[in-house]
């Protein structure tokens, strides 16, 4: 599950705030990619917010800040994590929600009129390059579903316990050598996400535990070497492993609310 949209959800809503500086955006993606590139989705866009067009060397993060001032000085940007069957968060059918839905993430900026969604990392060479496209958003749609950060974090613990039973009662959760290790290693490996200073403890605490819940998924996703499941055993793994799935999502989605609400409304600098 992806994490680079949260992180820039955070810093760019912070920096509209002045509780950043564009360097500390910039600093904070680093992880996710050595370099991020910038385009518009189409030629419109691009010339409406001074961004670089398709088919034309793409411009940096630094101009998509100044394409966010412009557009709403203090608007901030709210993340979406849609998924199959789970489109909660998407401004309506249109060409940012399609994309985001393939993506899996975004960010979307209702009071500046535009969603930007990550592509995958691009290995050029010994350069990691992650591309964020602009698109336009007409219409934001709905208010979003709000739910408060101490419920989603209890909605994720129990949804780790019931997954669990729901696993050992079908037979499927049983131990696999090294798997402890695994999710280790899992944790491990993910960029090392920064946060500003003043982000709020509660919701550090949630997307901590989201990050591995999202580590013990992936493990419990693996089969045995030599002892694939049958094919019905593998339908209901994935049936009782989609809850909390969601769970995660949901919870993700909440911290940064949370982290956005509280940045927004104390600038630090």
Do not use: Y
Request: net charge neutral; with cysteine; hydrophobic share 45%.
């Amino acid at each position: 599950m992806p994490c680079a949209s949260a992180t820039f959800t955070v810093w760019s809503s912070a920096w509209l705030a002045g509780a950043a500086a564009p360097d500390d955006v910039l600093d904070a993606l680093g992880p996710w990619a050595q370099t991020h590139d910038v385009v518009a989705a189409d030629a419109e866009t691009a010339h409406a917010h001074s961004l670089s067009a398709p088919g034309t060397p793409p411009g940096s993060v630094t101009f998509l800040l100044a394409a966010l001032r412009r557009a709403a000085p203090r608007g901030p940007g709210r993340v979406v994590l849609p998924a199959p069957g789970d489109p909660r968060g998407l401004p309506g059918p249109g060409p940012f929600s399609r994309a985001a839905m393939a993506a899996g993430e975004g960010v979307l900026f209702t009071d500046a009129g535009l969603g930007i969604v990550p592509g995958a990392v691009d290995n050029r060479a010994t350069d990691q390059v992650l591309r964020w496209t602009v698109h336009p958003v007409v219409d934001p749609g709905p208010a979003p579903e709000h739910v408060a950060l101490p419920q989603a974090e209890r909605d994720l613990r129990d949804q780790v316990r019931q997954s669990a039973s729901v696993l050992t009662s079908l037979g499927v959760a049983r131990h696999r050598p090294g798997v402890r290790e695994e999710i280790a290693a899992k944790l491990r490996a993910r960029p090392r996400t920064l946060w500003p200073a003043g982000m709020p403890a509660p919701a550090l605490r949630v997307l901590q535990h989201a990050d591995e819940v999202e580590a013990i998924l992936a493990a419990a996703s693996v089969d045995e070497p030599g002892g694939a499941l049958s094919a019905s055993a593998a339908a209901a793994r994935r049936e009782a492993l989609r809850p909390l799935e969601t769970a995660v999502r949901v919870a993700r989605r909440a911290a940064v609310t949370e982290a956005v609400r509280v940045l927004a409304a104390s600038p630090l600098v």
